[in-house]
């Protein structure tokens, strides 16, 4: 039986924008109150975002525990996507990173071949190192709100808890064509092992239609199969190991994703001078994962520059600014 796999509303748009602050009738003379409660009335949207977000991740990461992957819809926001999506092609066609025919087999135990086969797998791939990042806009906040994802989803989904490094991100083109990726798996295990325990796909495909193709096809331990379209803003999060076997469908049209994938402490990746994005370390030795490994959150960030905003009116301007900054950073 095929399904066709949906995404859940967990990404950028979740959630409205709170309250009001009123008509501004009661405002002082001299603005400074208005401008103290417009100050807190973002932080206190902000908040709400946060945890609105928090506990949609969350549900996620039972469904990734439960079902083997999740589907999530509107991760960064159509304005991001959009800037991203741009600039990948654009990045291709200016030849600032190499895109090279996508390779199969061999595993990483020394004595692997990769071999290149357009009949198995027929995209073009890049990845993007991390000196190469601030070239990409938009690659930095989709790193940090996957990381700020996977962080999430290791309260129910406690595997993820070992997880102690993040790859490099990898761009790929399917360029249409009916170019596919035959059915696999991320980490084979065994002596092809690489450590990878979850797979991250983004895809930049705005106005996809069902006829062009493209599907991801996850192969679930039920026997059937979940068809995913890769539609713009949209992410899937699997299991990397013998649980996940998927596939990619022919595509009639040019395909694009960005994929990444987290380690597990226990299977550290080996180094290879052709390796698929390997690796930038994100945890605490020894420490499993939590928020505090990925650094400061989206909205940590966000907290921040509005406490900065409130310097400019109010009691700020009167009180030290050691007060004032423990009063307004005290969640940051």
């Not at 084979?188 to 991801?216: I, K, S």
């Amino acid at each position: 039986a095929v399904e066709r796999a949906g995404g859940e509303g967990c990404g950028e748009g979740c959630g409205s924008g709170g309250g009001g602050g009123g008509d501004g009738s009661d405002s002082s003379d001299d603005g400074s109150d208005s401008s103290d409660g417009e100050s807190a009335r973002l932080r206190e949207e902000a908040h709400a975002r946060r945890e609105l977000r928090r506990l949609r991740w969350s549900e996620a990461g039972r469904r990734l525990a439960s079902e083997g992957y999740c589907v999530i819809d509107g991760f960064l926001g159509a304005e991001a996507a959009g800037e991203l999506e741009g600039g990948v092609r654009a990045l291709r066609r200016s030849g600032g990173c190499v895109f090279k025919v996508g390779r199969t087999g061999g595993g990483r135990d020394g004595g692997g071949t990769k071999h290149c086969e357009s009949a198995v797998r027929g995209d073009e791939a890049a990845v993007i190192g991390r000196g190469e990042e601030a070239c990409l806009p938009g690659l930095r906040p989709l790193l940090r709100r996957e990381d700020e994802l996977v962080a999430a989803m290791a309260g129910p989904a406690t595997e993820l808890r070992s997880v102690t490094s993040r790859s490099h991100p990898m761009c790929a083109c399917y360029p249409g064509g009916g170019a596919r990726y035959v059915r696999h798996l991320d980490n084979p295990g065994g002596a092809g092992c690489n450590g990878r325990l979850l797979t991250c796909l983004y895809y930049l495909n705005p106005a996809w239609r069902g006829e062009d193709g493209g599907q991801l096809r996850l192969h679930r331990k039920d026997g059937c199969v979940a068809d995913v379209e890769p539609l713009l803003d949209r992410l899937v999060v699997f299991w990397s190991d013998e649980r996940t076997p998927h596939e990619v469908l022919p595509a009639s049209r040019p395909r694009w994703a960005i994929s990444t994938w987290y380690h597990r402490r226990e299977a550290q990746p080996a180094r290879e001078g052709e390796g698929e994005g390997e690796e930038v370390n994100i945890g605490s030795a020894g420490g499993g994962l939590s928020e505090c490994s990925f650094g400061n959150s989206t909205e940590e960030i966000e907290s921040f520059l509005l406490a900065l905003l409130a310097l400019k009116g109010g009691e700020a301007q009167h009180a030290p600014k050691a007060t004032h900054y423990r009063e307004n950073l005290r969640s940051w």
